[in-house]
C-alpha cells in the first residue's frame, strides 16, 4: 500500500471538506470539469509558465525557412524546392504518396472508418518465418528463430536494466507536489488562448479529446530516420482556438539527436492563440501565419538539455503506479513522493502488477480479476469533463489516459482478461508470494466459474499453450507474436518456480525467456547503432527517443548489418500491434512508430532484476520488492 503520512491526510481531509462538502472517491464524478490536477485539492484554473518568446535569448527554437526532408525530396524528385514549399497538405502527401518507393517512404491516411491505413509502401523488412518444433517429452509446441542475443551476464543484465530505467526516467514528469508517468514518447503540441484561460476548453493539447474530431492526424509518413504528421485541431468546432492545420516532422540522427519541427498551415480564429511545443513557444500570435518553420534540437544521452519530449498522456493505472515501485526501489525519494501524492489523493490502491513487487499479499487470491485495481473506472474519463488531473500546472502539460476497458464496459474488460494469459501469470506469482508454496491449490477464475490450479500448474499450462521459444503470446493472437507484458510476468513466474521452489523445467524456461528478453530493449541489441530498431512495417528506423524502452512487442525478422545476414527482433505490423496494444485504449496521440511505452519498460525492469537476485544472489541496485 502506498505510505500517507498522518499531515497529508489531514491535510486533504481539511481541504476536501471546505472545498467540495464532503466527495468520496466514488462521487468524483459530480465534480466540476475544471482541471482537478494542480498542487492543491481542488485547484484554481490553470495558469501558464512564463516562457521567452521566440528569439529571445535563452529559448532554444528557432526559425527555419523548411525541413531538410525537402532537400531530399527535390533532389530524389527533380522538382524545384519552391514548387514543393508550398504546396497544399493534400497535395504535399499526394506527392509523397506517388513517389513512395522513390524516397524510401511509407504513406499512413486516415480512412472513413477512422483509423490509419497504410496507403503507399516505400519500405519494408521481409519477416523470416519461424519453424515450430518440439520440445522433447513436454509436447509443447515451441519456435526456435536464430535470433543474435547478448550473453547472459550480471553485467549484461545491469546494464539492461539501467538502460530501460532511463526510459522510465524519460517518462517521469512533475510540478511542485504531484508526480505522473507519462505513457510514451510524443510530439506533445498545445494550443493556448489568453481570453479563456479559466473555462474547460483550455489547454487545448494533442490526443486530448473530448470526442474523435477534436485532434486530428490527417495522415503520416515514415522514413528511416525522420516522420512527418499532419494534424488539424478541434475541426468541426468553434471554440476560438482557429481550427489551425500543422505540420509536425522529426528528424533523428544516429548520434541520438532528435529535431522537432512544426509549420502552421492554417488558422482562422480572430482571437490571438498561442502554439507550444511541450514548455517551448513556437508561435506568440498565430493570427500572422508565419511562411517558414519553427525548430528545436533534442538529445538523449549525451547533453540532455532540453529532454526528449514526452507525451502529453499519462495513465495512473499501472505506469504511474509502475512508476513509484521503480523510485522506491532506486532511493529517489523525491520523484518517490510526488507519484505517491498523486495516487494517494486519488485512491488508487493495489494495481495488478504489484505481485511482480511482492506487495498487498494481504488481498485475496483473485482481486486481479476484480474492479479493484481499476480506480480509474470510478471516474469521468471524457476528454475536458475528465475528473482526473488534466491542465497546465507547474510547467507541465497532461490529461488522463482513457482506457476502453472503462468506457466499454470494465465487467466485459474482466471476462476477457480471464481467458487471456497476463492477468493468470499475476495470479500466480500472487499466490506463492501469500503462501510460499508452488503447489498450493487456488481457484482461477474462467467465464463464471473457476479452475482449480496451482502455481506450478499455471507454468506447466501457459508454457504449453502460449510460449512461443522468445516469448509468451496473447490470447487470441497470433503464437509468432510475444507480448511484453505478458513475457516478463513469465519471467517472474518462472524464476521463482525455478530457482526459489527448485523447479527444473521452470529454471530451463527462466533462462530461455531472460535471455530473449535482453534482444527487446529498443536499440539496445544493435551493435552498430545505439538508437536503431526493426519494425514489421517499416524496415530499421533510426528513433532515439525510445532508447533503452522495452518494445511492447517482439517477432523475430532478418536484417543485414555490415554486409552479412542477422537476426533480430522486431516490432510486429502496425495493424497487428495496434490490436494488442490499443485493444482498450484511446486513440494514438502521436503517430509514427512507437516501440516503447512505461508498462513494458517498468515490468522489464522488474522481471530481470528477480532473476538476477534468483539466479546469482545479485540486489540490483538493492533488495527492495524482491518477490
Request: glycine share 8%; aromatic share 12%.
Amino acid at each position: 500500500m502506498y505510505r500517507k503520512s498522518l499531515l497529508f491526510v489531514a491535510l486533504l481531509l481539511a481541504i476536501l471538506a471546505v472545498a467540495y462538502a464532503g466527495p468520496t472517491r466514488h462521487t468524483l464524478a459530480a465534480v466540476s470539469p475544471l482541471p482537478p490536477g494542480g498542487e492543491t485539492i481542488p485547484v484554481p484554473p490553470p495558469t501558464v509558465v512564463a516562457e521567452p518568446l521566440p528569439g529571445e535569448a535563452g529559448n532554444p527554437i528557432e526559425s527555419i525557412d523548411h525541413p531538410a526532408q525537402l532537400e531530399q525530396i527535390t533532389e530524389a524528385l527533380g522538382m524545384p524546392l519552391q514548387a514543393i514549399k508550398h504546396l497544399p497538405p493534400e497535395a504535399y502527401n499526394g506527392l509523397i504518396k506517388a513517389n513512395a518507393a522513390k524516397l524510401g517512404v511509407n504513406v499512413y491516411e486516415r480512412g472513413e472508418d477512422g483509423k490509419m491505413h497504410l496507403t503507399a509502401k516505400g519500405r519494408e523488412l521481409e519477416p523470416v518465418s519461424a519453424v515450430p518444433q518440439s520440445r522433447a517429452g513436454t509436447g509443447t509446441k515451441i519456435y526456435l528463430p536464430m535470433v543474435s542475443v547478448e550473453s547472459l551476464t550480471v553485467a549484461n543484465i545491469q546494464q539492461a536494466i539501467d538502460r530501460a530505467k532511463s526510459h522510465v526516467d524519460r517518462l517521469y514528469a512533475a510540478g511542485s507536489t504531484y508526480g505522473y508517468i507519462k505513457e510514451y514518447m510524443g510530439f506533445p503540441l498545445w494550443l493556448e488562448n489568453p481570453s479563456r484561460p479559466g473555462d474547460s476548453t483550455y489547454p487545448r493539447m494533442a490526443g486530448h479529446y473530448q470526442n474523435d474530431d477534436f485532434s486530428i492526424i490527417q495522415w503520416f509518413h515514415v522514413y528511416e530516420t525522420s516522420e512527418q504528421m499532419y494534424i488539424t485541431f478541434e475541426e468541426g468546432y468553434d471554440w476560438n482556438y482557429g481550427e489551425p492545420g500543422l505540420y509536425a516532422y522529426r528528424a533523428y540522427g544516429t548520434d541520438g539527436t532528435i529535431t522537432y519541427q512544426v509549420q502552421v498551415h492554417t488558422f482562422t480564429s480572430s482571437n490571438q492563440v498561442k502554439l507550444w511545443l511541450g514548455n517551448y513557444l513556437i508561435d506568440n500570435d498565430l493570427r500572422s501565419i508565419p511562411s517558414g518553420w519553427y525548430q528545436l534540437t533534442t538529445t538523449v544521452n549525451g547533453t540532455a538539455y532540453p529532454a526528449p519530449l514526452a507525451a502529453h498522456r499519462y495513465t495512473f493505472k499501472h505506469a504511474t503506479q509502475l512508476g513509484e515501485h521503480i523510485y522506491d526501489i532506486w532511493n529517489d525519494s523525491s520523484r518517490e513522493a510526488k507519484l505517491d501524492a498523486s495516487l494517494n489523493a486519488y485512491g488508487f490502491g493495489p494495481d495488478i502488477y504489484n505481485p511482480l513487487f511482492k506487495l498487498d499479499t494481504g488481498y485475496h487470491n483473485d482481486y486481479m480479476f476484480t474492479t479493484t485495481p481499476y480506480h480509474d473506472c470510478d471516474f469521468t474519463l471524457d476528454g475536458v469533463n475528465s475528473t482526473l488531473p488534466w491542465g497546465n500546472v507547474s510547467g507541465i502539460r497532461y490529461y488522463p489516459y482513457e482506457p476502453k476497458e472503462c468506457t466499454l464496459g470494465i465487467y466485459t474488460y474482466l471476462q476477457l482478461a480471464k481467458q487471456d494469459y497476463l492477468s493468470p501469470l499475476l495470479q500466480a506469482v500472487h499466490v506463492l508470494n501469500r503462501y510460499n508454496n508452488p503447489d498450493h491449490s487456488y481457484c482461477r477464475p474462467s467465464g463464471s466459474s473457476c479452475v482449480w490450479t496451482s502455481p506450478r500448474g499455471e507454468a506447466r499450462r501457459i508454457e504449453s499453450q502460449a510460449w512461443n521459444g522468445y516469448g509468451i503470446k496473447a490470447f487470441g493472437k497470433p503464437a509468432e507474436y510475444a507480448s511484453a507484458v505478458r513475457s516478463n510476468a513469465f519471467l517472474v513466474l518462472e524464476t521463482l518456480l525455478g530457482h526459489k521452489y527448485g523447479d527444473a523445467t521452470s529454471r530451463e524456461y527462466a533462462a530461455k525467456m531472460a535471455q530473449e528478453m535482453l534482444n527487446t530493449l529498443w536499440g539496445a541489441n544493435w551493435t552498430w547503432e545505439d538508437y536503431r530498431g526493426s519494425t514489421g512495417d517499416d524496415g530499421q528506423v533510426v528513433r532515439p527517443q525510445h532508447y533503452g524502452g522495452q518494445m511492447v512487442s517482439w517477432v523475430p525478422e532478418s536484417a543485414l548489418v555490415a554486409g552479412r545476414s542477422k537476426y533480430v527482433y522486431a516490432l510486429p505490423a502496425r495493424t497487428w500491434l495496434s490490436e494488442l496494444v490499443d485493444y482498450f485504449n484511446m486513440p494514438s496521440e502521436v503517430e509514427g512508430v512507437l516501440p516503447a511505452n512505461a508498462e513494458s519498460s517498468a515490468t522489464f525492469i522488474q522481471a530481470m532484476r528477480t532473476y538476477l537476485y534468483w539466479r546469482w544472489g545479485v540486489q540490483y541496485p538493492n533488495g527492495q520488492r524482491l518477490p
